[in-house]
């Protein structure tokens, strides 16, 4: 018994011998797992506090919709069948009333004897007095008296007086030859603002952009500019909408609402169709979508302004419309997004359908906050901050914080396509999925 015993404490003291070197190891092991556990959880808090902020900015863009609609529910709404037809219908004739006058000023500034009828905004886009004269008059008079819950237009910082002489827009005043036409005009629009239903939109948001491609309007490149009217139901989602390009001849515009099975438009179509084209900006292409060009076989189609580029998918000009970089903002995709849909098309952001084909559209709602970002993801630019003296160009800084973003600036690119094309969307997934993996760091996308 005794020999038993010592033998068991010779073990228990060379077990503890061996045990002993190997303690500070363990430890340092529980450290590093300790430390990584911390990060991923700072990480993980850090994500979460960014979706609760994204989600109480959504929350608070419906709240604010549903409060200016007055929780309304009118008989007449109830019996209507085909409100979103007929305000696209209307929509249509208010492109029709403002195009004259459109003309009048784009002949003015197309021949270089504008006289200062133009100015130079400081994110580098061209303002117009047309534009703030556009806007004003869908705002203020077609959609006056409350008929949608919330109303964003490109222009909402611009001062408008067209009920006094001598007329202006912010600090221009208008030449006094554009005086008869703007108050001809205008009394069309009045007369179509009676025929807008008052109850029927009330808990919709309506998003303007008056002039789309102010620059090409203010460079006589006017075949490219379009009028975009989009219409949102209360969760932020395009329902109806139109695009209109007044300064073709003849005009050229596509209208719809997918929801009623509503498709109207007099298109452009192109002669030779190009289901395999790629539309891209005038500006520089990024390293993503020039390889997933060559990795599906498309070829580029040079095009420029945002609706102009909806409108040519529509045409068969291009199969599609891909982007990982910004430069627009959502009175840019509200329309079109509306209109693609109701051909059978899409307007999609880009991270839902790189991760597994997830077909999401911006949200559009009034907001204070930009309800599509995600931090640490997107780069900041001087179109898309919202202080512009904290971009400094040659920086490349991932922004952290919703509140350094404007917010109606899409920062999460596009995938657009029509109804022909939606068949290679698998396909283009394939490639877009392939360019990440074995493209490198470079060939990732860009989002800005």
């Not at 604010?64 to 929509?91: E, F, G, K, N, V």
């Not at 197309?110 to 007095?129: C, E, P, W």
């Not at 949200?363 to 630019?381: Q, R």
Request: hydrophobic share 40%; with cysteine; charged share 25%.
């Amino acid at each position: 018994m005794h020999r038993c015993t010592a033998i068991l404490l010779a073990l228990a003291t060379s077990a503890s011998a061996l045990i002993a070197p190997m303690r500070p190891m363990m430890t340092r092991v529980t450290q590093l797992r300790s430390t990584k556990i911390v990060e991923e959880l700072t990480e993980d808090n850090t994500l979460l506090r960014n979706e609760i902020v994204r989600k109480d900015a959504i929350i608070e863009g419906l709240l604010s919709t549903l409060s200016a609609s007055a929780m309304s529910t009118s008989l007449t709404t109830a019996a209507r069948t085909t409100p979103l037809t007929d305000l696209c219908q209307i929509s249509k004739e208010a492109c029709d009333a403002v195009t004259p006058m459109l003309l009048a000023f784009y002949e003015k500034i197309a021949d270089q004897r504008h006289g200062g009828v133009s100015k130079l905004k400081s994110d580098a886009t061209f303002f117009t007095i047309a534009d703030g004269i556009v806007q004003h008059m869908f705002i203020d008079y077609l959609f006056a008296g409350d008929k949608f819950g919330q109303i964003v237009g490109e222009e909402d910082e611009s001062v408008i007086n067209i009920m006094e002489k001598p007329y202006t827009v912010d600090d221009l005043e208008v030449p006094e030859e554009f005086n008869a036409i703007i108050d001809a005009t205008l009394a069309k629009i009045n007369a179509l603002a009676s025929r807008i239903d008052s109850n029927a939109f009330k808990e919709m948001t309506a998003f303007v952009d008056p002039i789309d491609g102010t620059r090409e309007f203010a460079t006589a490149r006017g075949e490219y500019v379009t009028i975009l009217l989009g219409y949102c139901d209360s969760r932020g989602k395009p329902t109806a909408g139109i695009m209109y390009r007044p300064l073709t001849e003849p005009v050229t515009w596509a209208a719809g609402a997918a929801s009623e099975e509503c498709v109207m438009g007099e298109l452009d179509m192109a002669e030779v169709p190009c289901p395999k084209g790629m539309l891209v900006t005038d500006a520089k292409v990024s390293p993503f979508i020039n390889g997933l060009i060559e990795e599906i076989g498309y070829e580029k189609v040079s095009s420029v302004a945002s609706g102009n580029r909806a409108m040519m998918l529509l045409e068969g000009k291009g199969g599609a419309y891909i982007r990982d970089t910004g430069g627009f903002a959502k009175w840019d995709t509200c329309a079109p997004t509306a209109v693609l849909e109701a051909y059978g098309g899409t307007m999609s952001k880009l991270p839902p359908f790189l991760k597994d084909q997830t077909l999401e559209g911006y949200t559009h709602l009034k907001s204070t906050k930009n309800l599509d970002f995600t931090p640490n993801k997107v780069h900041l630019t001087l179109s898309n901050s919202k202080d512009k003296s904290t971009y400094v160009k040659g920086v490349d800084v991932l922004v952290q914080d919703v509140a350094a973003i404007k917010e109606y600036a899409c920062v999460e690119g596009l995938v657009a396509v029509d109804a022909k094309a939606i068949g290679d969307l698998p396909m283009i997934h394939d490639g877009m999925i392939h360019m990440t993996v074995e493209g490198g760091p470079w060939a990732k996308p860009f989002y800005n």
